[in-house]
């Protein structure tokens, strides 16, 4: 008579292979912030003018302010780079875990969308300072609107998306520490919420509010995601 005994060997650790995030999630902050520094209080005044300022003061700054507008397009290009492969092994590093619920498409149709429209608002903030376009104000006017309507709530909406489809997927798989779910999620909110910024200006604050503590969500999860799951291998007789 022969006796078998099932030998279970250790579990394996398998690797997701792809771009660190916590490195994606670092430089899309670090870009994104050296791109304001020309245009913000850091450069000196004049600073980038919002869309609440008169139409003289837009075609002003943005026709002598070139070099600090386009040092502000070069590097907050690159940070939606990074937002935009983010996304992607964001996304493919939840599917890796075993995700596989709507929240991991959301959060990539958010953050696809989320960069494509902050480089349109790049783009035309480009095509605005070119001197045949400068030259002519109400030109350049409409185009900055255009550009604020792209990187302002077009960038906040689906930020929020890309936001509440990684927290719930994460969180509710216990990937992502609970004070990250809650963070992720009450960011979305304000994202989503910011839409109502297009009929009432006296919510433009909750763009910002999206965007920079955006920034410690975007690390948070970075780090805390895993990169290795577990496989149990088939149990071999001996």
């Known amino acids: 008579m022969t006796l078998t005994t099932p030998h279970i060997a250790s579990s394996l650790n398998i690797k997701h292979q792809g771009p660190p995030l916590w490195l994606l999630a670092i430089l899309y902050t670090v870009l994104f912030n050296a791109g304001l520094f020309p245009v913000t209080m850091y450069g000196g005044l004049p600073y980038w003018p919002g869309p609440w300022e008169s139409p003289a003061v837009i075609a ?3 026709q002598t302010q070139t070099s600090r507008v386009l040092a502000c397009i070069f590097l907050q290009t ?8 983010f996304t992607a092994v964001v996304v493919s590093r939840l599917q890796f875990l075993g995700v596989r619920a ?7 149709f958010g953050g696809f969308l989320c960069v ?9 903030a480009w095509t605005l300072i070119r ?9 350049l006017v409409a185009l900055n609107y255009l550009s604020y309507a792209f990187g302002g709530p077009g960038f906040s909406i689906p930020m929020g998306l890309l936001m509440a489809g990684v927290s719930v997927s994460a969180g509710l798989k216990k990937l992502i520490p609970r004070w990250i779910m809650i963070l992720g999620l009450f960011l979305a909110a304000c994202g989503e919420l910011s839409v109502f910024h297009l009929i ?6 909750l763009i910002p509010l999206t965007r920079f503590p955006g920034f410690i969500w975007i690390i948070a999860v970075a780090f805390a995601l895993p990169r290795y799951r577990k496989e149990q291998p088939l149990a071999a007789a001996a």
């Open 200 to 205: 009432s200006p006296q919510l433009l604050f």
């Open 116 to 124: 494509f429209d902050s480089l349109a608002a790049g783009f035309t």
């Open 60 to 62: 002003t700054f943005f």
């Open 78 to 85: 690159g940070a939606n780079i990074c937002l935009g492969l």
């Open 102 to 108: 709507a929240g991991a498409t959301i959060a990539l």
């Open 131 to 139: 001197p045949a376009v400068a030259s002519n104000p109400p030109i």
